[in-house]
């Protein structure tokens, strides 16, 4: 049977865009997972989907004002810059202080002339430093990591709302910690409680940064069959200038390598977003094309964003379903009026076209569960000829999205 279950939400145009404020320039087509196995996600993931919580969405590059690719790097290959080297060495000197700083460089000093991502990241956790050091030379702080999977804490909950209020100049009031536990420690993985399948960790974990027994920073990682993806990141706003962002994704790059995964996924990256701009710095990226829906490098793109284009592809511009597409651009006279009502109306960019779905589309192949019921799309349209229409409408929707392939193997949850 199939693992996951699918409830899909549709085609959502001109929604309130976070990163301009705009009001009506976002558009998704969004999907509310019941339930997920990783693989699913995994492959959902590299057609442009991220997650919130148990909402998949997938952004539709060609008609927003800020259009938000999917950014990742092979994690074994990643070529730490200077400024993160140097931001490394300056918070593992921070924790360990002057004295035992400069004893770890001497006992290390021949592995240390060659720079090595997985002893920087660990160099100040308090159970990598030596004991003969400990009492010789004790740090200045205690620096403890911890993984664990993603789970409820008044004490998680206090540094996030710390975090929203000093950090995003947020309201005390609007953050709460129902809003807190759906957001960033609920989630649809179907894996085990421990959090492990096959001896391998999967699903949705929280990596804990302590310092003095005090929780100041806390990344929210999903562990994936081939990857490990960032999903949210905080930290105490005192440790603010420590580039915790850049911190924090070279140790996850770090884990990606540790713990076996090919890549590690950064999430969106929008490229007139200064808050984004630091993911450009990690090399050797990819970003997904939007249309072809595979990962290129990142210079390619930035070619073109250097010209001033905000939606990029390098689609063939021959061809058909990619015509009116290489130059595409939305400025100050994006519509803002209500145009369109499905993702075919609407030319989503990276779907398959309806008439692609309905020729492939297998019907008693796909599994729909309806009025309490497991059943087939073909059957419905047997016993419900009235509801067929509609509910047909919403499995070719999501089709274009998903495609022919996981449709066949995951179940459509109908209301």
């Known amino acids: 049977m199939a693992s996951s279950i699918f409830i899909p939400q549709g085609y959502q145009s001109h929604r309130s865009c976070g990163y301009c404020k705009r009001d009506h320039g976002s558009a998704i087509y969004g999907i509310h997972a019941y339930a997920i196995s990783t693989q699913d996600y995994q492959t959902l993931m590299d057609h442009g989907f991220r997650r919130s919580s ?15 690719y999917c950014i990742r790097l092979e994690a ?27 004893k770890l460089h001497k006992i290390n000093g021949r592995k240390m002339k060659e720079f090595n991502l997985l002893d920087a990241v660990h160099r100040a956790e308090y159970d990598t430093i030596p004991e003969s050091l400990l009492s010789e030379a004790p740090p200045d702080h205690k620096l403890v990591v911890t993984l664990e999977p993603a789970s409820y804490t008044e004490e998680k909950f206090y540094l996030y709302k710390h975090y929203q209020t000093h950090c995003h100049k947020e309201e005390e ?32 974990w929280h990596q804990c940064y302590y310092i003095d027994s005090q929780l100041v920073a806390m990344g929210v990682i999903d562990f994936l069959p081939n990857s490990i993806s960032a999903v949210y990141f ?74 001033g284009k905000s939606f990029v592809t390098f689609a063939d511009a021959d061809d058909e379903d990619s015509k009116e597409v290489v130059t595409n651009e939305k400025d100050d006279d994006f519509p803002d009026d209500d145009e369109g009502s499905n993702l075919f109306e609407m030319n989503m960019a990276g779907v398959l076209s309806q008439d692609q779905v309905v020729d492939n589309l297998k019907e008693k192949d796909v599994t729909v569960f309806f009025r309490h019921q497991l059943t087939t799309l073909n059957d419905i349209h047997t016993k419900y000829t009235r509801a067929y229409r509609l509910i047909k409408e919403k499995i070719v929707e999501m089709t274009a999205v998903i495609g022919i392939d996981m449709i066949h193997e995951v179940i459509t949850y109908i209301f």
């Not at 148990?54 to 938000?68: A, G, I, V």
């Open 54 to 68: 148990s909402f998949l969405y997938k952004p539709d590059l060609r008609n927003s004002c800020c259009p938000q």
């Open 76 to 102: 074994s290959k990643f070529k730490p810059s200077k400024e993160h080297r140097q931001g490394l060495n300056r918070f593992s000197r921070f924790i360990l202080g002057t004295a035992l700083d400069e």
């Open 173 to 204: 009031f609007s953050v709460d910690s129902e809003s807190f536990e759906r957001f960033l420690c609920s989630n649809s993985f179907t894996v085990p409680k421990d959090g492990h399948e096959n001896g391998l960790r999967m699903g949705a």
């Open 234 to 307: 905080m930290w105490h706003s005192d440790l603010a200038q420590y580039g915790f962002g850049k911190l924090s994704a070279c140790r996850e790059i770090a884990l990606a390598i540790e713990e076996q995964r090919q890549y590690y996924y950064l999430g969106l990256y929008i490229d007139k977003c200064q808050k984004m701009k630091y993911k450009a710095s990690f090399h050797p990226s990819q970003l997904l094309d939007p249309i072809l829906n595979k990962f290129l490098p990142f210079e390619r793109f930035q070619e073109e964003f250097s010209k």
